[in-house]
C-alpha cells in the first residue's frame, strides 16, 4: 500500500473583485512508496502547503482524491499514525522541554509517568538531554527545533512530514537534524522532506520533485537527475599539434603550464574520442572524472525555463495530467497542537 496517493488534485481560490479562480494546485497525481524520504520541492507560490494542507485534511481538494496510508486524507483514523513538524513549530515557552514533550505525549493518552519516560527518551535522541529542564524561552531555533523532531516523534509515526526543518540553523545544528533525519528513515519511516535547502535535499532524499505555479515539472531520483552533465579530462604532454586538434573536437578546452584541462558530454563515444586522440599523440591522460549537476541547478533550470519535463520516475511513480511524473513522501498531522494552526483543529 503507499503511503500517499493523490488522483487529479485540483485545488482552486477565487480571486477577489474577479469572478475568476487561480488554480493553486493543478491536476496533480503522485504516488508515495513507504520507507523513502522524498524532497517536496518548488519556490513560494508553487502549491507546495496547499498540497501540505490537503494531506493533512486542513482543507479539501476542489476536485480530486487525496488518500494517507490507504483512507481519505484527514481521516482520523490514521492520524495516530502520521506526525507534521511545520516550519515554526509553536510551544508553551514557560514550559521546559521536558515538560512540553511530556504534555503531547499525555494528549495521545499515555498516563503521566509512561509520558515522561517517553519525553526522556526522545530528548536524549535530538540531543536536548543536558537541556531537558531549560523553559523554551531560553531555547535557540535550532533547540526548538529538536523540541518538535522530538514532540513529532511521540506516537512513533510511520509517516513524517518536515517543513523547513533546518531553516536558519546553525551548522552543527543543520548537520545533527539532517543526520537524524537519516537514521529515522533506517527505522523504517516514510519522510516528506519540503525544504529549500536543497543542499541537505540533495543529500538525504531518495527522490525529488519540482513544483511550479501549482504544476508538477520534474521528478526523479537524486541520483538520476543530478547525473548526465560532464566529463572533466585532465592531460598533460599535447605536443605537435595535438592542442589545436583537441580544441576543435571537445566541447570545452583550456591550456596552462603544459597542462590540459578538457569537458566533454558525458558519452562514452565523446569522451572516448578525446582520450583516443590524446593517446594517439602520445599524451599523457592524468585523470577523468564525471562532473555532477547540483540539484540547486536542476531546480534553477526546472523553474527559470518553466518548461515541462517528463523524467523517467523511480518506484511507484505515476503520470501527472500535465504530462510530468511524481512520487512524493509526506505525512499528515499526527500531532495534536504541533504548530498554532493545527492547534486549532
Known amino acids: 500500500m503507499p503511503a500517499i496517493e493523490i488522483k487529479g488534485l485540483t485545488k482552486q481560490y477565487p480571486v477577489r473583485l474577479k469572478r475568476e479562480a487561480v488554480n493553486a494546485v493543478d491536476n496533480l497525481n503522485l504516488t508515495v512508496e513507504q520507507g523513502e524520504i522524498f524532497g517536496f520541492l518548488g519556490p513560494n507560490g508553487a502549491g507546495k502547503t496547499t498540497t501540505i494542507k490537503t494531506l493533512l485534511g486542513l482543507i479539501y481538494p476542489t476536485t480530486g482524491e487525496a488518500y494517507v496510508l490507504g483512507a481519505p486524507a484527514g481521516d482520523i483514523s490514521v492520524k495516530h499514525r502520521i506526525a507534521y513538524l511545520p516550519e515554526e513549530p509553536y510551544f508553551y515557552e514557560h514550559m521546559t522541554a521536558r515538560e512540553v514533550v511530556s504534555f503531547y505525549a499525555q494528549l495521545f493518552g499515555r498516563k503521566r509517568a509512561d509520558a515522561a519516560r517517553r519525553a526522556d527518551e526522545l530528548l536524549d535522541l535530538v540531543g536536548l538531554k543536558a537541556d531537558s529542564t531549560k523553559t523554551v524561552r531560553q531555547f535557540s531555533k535550532g533547540m526548538k527545533q529538536r523540541v518538535g523532531i ?112 578538457i569537458l566533454q558530454p558525458d558519452d562514452d563515444a565523446a569522451v572516448g574520442q578525446i582520450v583516443d586522440m590524446i593517446r594517439a599523440g602520445r599524451g599523457h591522460v592524468v585523470s577523468i572524472t564525471p562532473k555532477r549537476k547540483r540539484l540547486e541547478d536542476i531546480f534553477v533550470e526546472t523553474v527559470t525555463e518553466r518548461i515541462l519535463v517528463s523524467p523517467t520516475g523511480g518506484n511507484g511513480a505515476s503520470a501527472n495530467g500535465n504530462g510530468a511524473s511524481l512520487t512524493t513522501s509526506e505525512s499528515g498531522v499526527g500531532n495534536a497542537a504541533a504548530s498554532k494552526e493545527t492547534s486549532k483543529q
Open 150 to 261: 522530538a514532540q513529532s516523534l511521540i506516537n512513533d509515526p510511520e509517516l513524517l512530514f518536515y517543513d523547513e526543518p533546518t531553516s536558519g540553523l546553525d551548522p552543527i545544528s543543520h548537520r545533527d537534524i539532517r543526520d537524524l533525519i537519516v537514521h529515522l528513515k533506517t527505522q523504517g519511516k516514510t519522510i516528506f522532506l519540503s525544504s529549500h535547502q536543497l543542499t541537505d535535499v540533495e543529500l538525504v532524499c531518495d527522490r525529488v520533485s519540482i513544483m511550479d505555479r501549482g504544476v508538477l515539472k520534474r521528478m526523479g531520483r537524486v541520483d538520476e537527475l543530478v547525473s548526465g552533465g560532464q566529463v572533466e579530462i585532465v592531460a598533460t604532454g599535447l605536443e605537435n599539434g595535438l592542442r589545436e586538434k583537441i580544441q576543435s573536437a571537445a566541447q570545452h578546452s583550456e591550456f596552462a603550464d603544459g597542462r590540459a584541462v
